[in-house]
C-alpha cells in the first residue's frame, strides 16, 4: 500500500495537493496539508500530479510494503 507524507517543514499550505485529490489530503490545524488517508488503488495517478505540483515539492510517497520489509 502506498501512502503519501506532506513535510510539515517545506509545505506553505498553498492548498493544491488537497484540492487536486482531497481524498487523501487535507489542511490541518497548523495550515498546511496532512495526507490524513492511505493511496487508494485508483488515485495513484492523482496523487502523481500533487506530488509534481506542489510548488515546494514537499510531498513524497512512501511504499509500505517496502519500507516494512527492510525492518
Ligand atoms: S501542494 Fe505542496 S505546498 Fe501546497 S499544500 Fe500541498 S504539500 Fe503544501
Keep these: 500500500m502506498k501512502r503519501a507524507y506532506v513535510n ?4 506553505i ?11 487523501v489530503f487535507r489542511i490541518n490545524a497548523d495550515g498546511i496539508s496532512e495526507a490524513y488517508a492511505e493511496t487508494p488503488e485508483d488515485m495513484h495517478d492523482k496523487v502523481e500530479e500533487a506530488v509534481n505540483s506542489c510548488p515546494v515539492s514537499a510531498i513524497s510517497i512512501i511504499d509500505e510494503n517496502v519500507q516494512a520489509s527492510k525492518d
Excluded at 492548498?15 to 487536486?20: A, F, I, M, P
Design 13 to 23: 499550505g498553498c492548498g493544491l495537493c488537497v484540492s487536486t485529490v482531497p481524498e
Design 8 to 11: 510539515p517543514d517545506l509545505c
